[in-house]
């Protein structure tokens, strides 16, 4: 019996009701009951019961049922996941033959880890240097900066050798533009003396210019994909909350040793970052090869099609989503399009996103106090007198994995006050998510005729 309730994901009822845990934790839980025969038993059977609501609901039903006034039902578990719990496999046929990303993208790993984000990663680049000054600072112990940045040493990892390193380097270029938390754009400090786990194997690749996918191989909250989004940084492991992963566009190949600098070749050189074979599928799809953009813009729109999330949603709960092959050119470069237009929203580069109905009219001290969301005026609160107008609940409301993201961004600056780049950015952010709420229509509209 499934008793649900896990915080971890996000867990309401199926008629999206409040779902609370039977017990002060965080996982959700369930009740198992085995049956152990004497001898192996040729037939074997599983079933299965929800038991959804709040706690004390629970607790009501458990104490008022048992396994024969329950109502379960039977399951089929089959390969090759042998799942426990109801799931709907009437396309695996058809989604089988599609294309996974890991298999379309060569290259592609997990985010970074610093394991001290609070040393690592700043809102603005001149803190971050602020904080490296004062970690090379010779007059300050390592008990000090142990206690203001809350950081210790770890098996991997030693404060005093870490201040030693970083007084050799040039401050300033280590730091980087670091894509944080959907839309949430802060600077780490990349370099090995502080961050763990770099990841450097891939992400150097974004380091230059380039586009990648930020995905998850299990989406969360677990009902329906929502962890797609495009980046055009480095990455954080818990971008979507949990670990995520990074495919690159394009690989910048390592430099020739005669080649002192990228300038004598004409720049840095770059190659797609697909697989042969996916290549040579889709040219035989297409009848001829598309641009290395124009196939990333179109697994871009596929991935933001309602259609295709709500069709395939129980195969998109279990790992990395597959993408359907194009064999229709005319439908393939209209989701390419659409794609591209949905790319630049998503990386605040869309001209549309210059001008913006979104205000901030109140003068005052721009300091974020307390977040609040009055629906009566579409207005979203930083502090008693100051706020952003014109934007809908359903803007407010839109969640990418488990972040609700106007609201997060907001919180996540509780005490601080907003520069005027982060109140224009928080602007571009909430028209850029308007335009993609409409422009999925037009992409579901297309990918229904491409795909039936």
């Keep these: 019996m499934n008793l649900h309730g896990s915080s971890r994901i996000g867990e309401r009822t199926p008629e999206g009701g409040k779902d609370e845990n039977v017990f002060d934790i965080q996982q959700g839980v369930a009740i198992a009951l085995y049956v152990k025969a004497e001898e192996p038993q040729k037939e074997r059977k599983v079933y299965y019961a929800d038991l959804w609501g709040q706690r004390s609901e629970k607790y009501d039903y458990l104490l008022q049922n048992d396994v024969k006034t329950t109502e379960w039902q039977e399951l089929k578990p089959v390969a090759p996941y042998y799942f426990l719990v109801p799931k709907d496999f009437a396309l695996q046929k058809k989604y089988e033959k599609f294309w996974k990303v890991t298999e379309i993208f060569g290259e592609w790993g997990s985010g970074i880890i610093t394991r001290r984000d609070a040393l690592a990663v700043a809102f603005r680049q001149d803190e971050l240097q602020n904080r490296m000054l004062m970690l090379t600072n010779p007059a300050l112990p390592d008990s000090v900066v142990a206690e203001t940045f809350k950081i210790g040493d770890t098996s991997e990892w030693n404060l005093h050798?870490?201040?030693?390193?970083?007084?050799?380097?040039?401050?300033?270029e280590p730091i980087k533009e670091y894509r944080y938390r959907?839309?949430?754009?802060?600077?780490?400090?990349?370099?090995?003396s502080i961050v763990s786990r770099t990841c450097r194997k891939w992400m150097k690749h974004l380091l230059k210019p380039n586009v990648a996918l930020a995905l998850m191989r299990t989406p969360i909250p677990s009902e329906e994909l929502t962890q797609v989004l495009v980046v055009d940084s480095i990455g954080d492991l818990n971008f979507y909350a949990f670990q995520t992963y990074f495919f690159p566009l394009y690989l910048y190949p390592e430099q020739p040793k005669g080649q002192l600098f990228e300038k004598e070749a004409g720049g840095p050189k770059r190659v797609p970052n697909f697989t042969a074979?996916?290549?040579?599928?889709?040219?035989?799809?297409?009848?001829?090869?598309?641009?290395?953009?124009?196939?990333?813009?179109?697994?871009?729109?596929?991935?933001?099609?309602?259609?295709?999330?709500?069709?395939?949603?129980?195969?998109?709960?279990?790992?990395?989503?597959?993408?359907?092959?194009?064999?229709?050119?005319e439908a393939f470069k209209a989701l390419s399009n659409l794609g591209k237009e949905l790319v630049d929203f998503h990386l605040l580069k869309h001209p549309a996103l210059q001008k913006t109905e979104i205000g901030f009219p109140e003068s005052g001290s721009n300091s974020v106090e307390r977040v609040r969301y009055d629906e009566a005026t579409q207005g979203v609160y930083?502090?008693?007198?100051?706020?952003?107008?014109?934007?809908?609940?359903?803007?407010?409301?839109?969640h990418v994995g488990a972040y609700q993201v106007m609201e997060k961004y907001l919180k996540d600056r509780k005490g601080r006050k907003l520069s005027l780049d982060e109140i224009n950015h928080y602007m571009k952010v909430a028209k850029a998510i308007r335009l993609t709420i409409g422009l999925q229509g037009k992409v579901d509209e297309v990918y229904l005729k491409a795909a039936g």
């Design 161 to 172: 050798t870490a201040r030693g390193s970083v007084e050799k380097e040039k401050i300033q």
């Design 182 to 192: 959907p839309w949430d754009f802060r600077h780490i400090y990349y370099s090995d």
């Design 277 to 329: 074979e996916f290549l040579q599928v889709v040219k035989d799809s297409l009848g001829t090869e598309p641009a290395p953009g124009e196939i990333f813009y179109y697994i871009y729109a596929v991935l933001y099609s309602p259609t295709y999330r709500q069709r395939y949603e129980e195969f998109l709960k279990i790992d990395f989503p597959k993408i359907p092959l194009p064999n229709d050119y």
């Design 382 to 398: 930083i502090n008693k007198d100051q706020y952003f107008d014109g934007i809908s609940r359903e803007v407010w409301e839109y």
